[in-house]
């Protein structure tokens, strides 16, 4: 089972066992709201940064847990993958 963390985004080379905090929120709120934006999630999640919502969704989507989209000009729509 991956640990959690609350340090850094959990993106270096040696923690590929290791879920950031900013992942398990990312998680979490697609589990409950649904497909939401970058922009939505980063603004629902007030304890993080956008660079860290940003971070833990490139990493959940190299993983397969979830499946961004593109939606417009520059956004992106995520939702839950098949690994998640």
Known sequence: MASVTGR?????RGDEGRVSA????????LRTGGPQTIEQLAYAM???????VFLAVDRLS???????????RGGYRVMLG???
């Open 22 to 29: 900013a992942e398990v929120l990312v998680l979490e709120a």
């Open 46 to 52: 007030k304890q993080v940064s956008w660079s860290q």
């Open 8 to 12: 850094g985004t959990g993106t270096h």
């Open 62 to 72: 190299r993983s397969g847990a979830v499946r961004p989209s593109r939606v417009d």
């Open 82 to 84: 098949g690994a998640a």
